[in-house]
């Protein structure tokens, strides 16, 4: 969707806070959450007006490394700017319930750490593209992560005139080994624990996100807005840089 036609109120949002984005990086912690306070403020009020949630003028690409909590930070912005969640790794794991040839292909591959089948995950990308309404927002949550996945889903997007940008969450391996392996012990769903059985499948799946997923990742950068994120840190503080991201892209994109 071109930017003429997003909602007026992210205009308006933006020139608002515009002032304070000089001192925001610089300033101490408190003066950014007061910063950010009032940006909330001015989302707040278009919600109240309005009785709808904002929408952003762009759609959002959510990768991350390994147990980076992109599910986390995924859910709290689709329940601010009422973005539809499309979730790669979700719908990896239904299939792998399938009992079907498409759940065969995916057990013998994402099942053991591999990745998905690429034919199954363009028909996915292309259909949630070319189904998703002019006037929707989408938050692709951890895919495409591979990068014919990633260069399919730009060149749908170009062509439909819509805006996108790019968000990776990082953190160190150490930490990926603890999260993983403290998540395999939660109450999650079994099917999300077979990719965190073990330290060796923690292993390759590091491998798999150094030798691919970062190709998807660099793609992106290349190609349009991106910012990365530190993922080691409270979940608070990875939702506040997250939100200054937004606000960093808002302002480039005001005329």
Request: charged fraction near 25%; charge should be positive; glycine fraction near 4%.
């Amino acid at each position: 969707m071109a930017y003429e036609h997003a909602p007026i109120i992210m205009t308006s949002v933006v020139k608002n806070i515009s002032g304070f984005m000089n001192t925001v990086y610089t300033k101490s912690l408190d003066n950014t959450l007061s910063y950010m306070t009032k940006f909330v403020y001015y989302t707040d009020m278009q919600q109240k007006s309005s009785h709808k949630k904002t929408k952003l003028p762009f759609h959002i690409v959510l990768l991350g490394q390994i147990a980076s909590g992109k599910d986390t930070q995924a859910k709290i912005l689709a329940n601010k700017y009422n973005f539809t969640l499309v979730e790669s790794g979700l719908f990896t794991r239904n299939v792998m319930t399938e009992k079907s040839k498409r759940g065969d292909d995916f057990r013998r591959s994402a099942g053991k750490g591999n990745p998905a089948p690429m034919k199954y995950m363009k028909e996915f990308f292309l259909e949630q593209i070319i189904t998703c309404p002019t006037d929707s927002r989408l938050l692709f949550l951890g895919g495409p992560r591979l990068k014919p996945e990633a260069q399919l889903l730009y060149k749908l997007l170009k062509a439909r005139k819509d805006h996108v940008i790019a968000l990776y969450i990082s953190l160190p391996e150490k930490e990926v080994y603890k999260r993983s392996i403290k998540r395999n012990e939660s109450a999650i769903d079994e099917i999300y624990k077979v990719f965190d059985q073990d330290t060796r499948m923690i292993t390759k799946r590091l491998k798999f996100q150094k030798e691919q997923v970062m190709k998807s990742v660099n793609y992106f950068k290349d190609h349009i807005p991106f910012k990365a994120i530190n993922g080691n840190q409270p979940i608070s503080k990875v939702t506040l840089d997250i939100h200054k991201a937004l606000v960093e892209f808002l302002t480039q994109m005001t005329p």
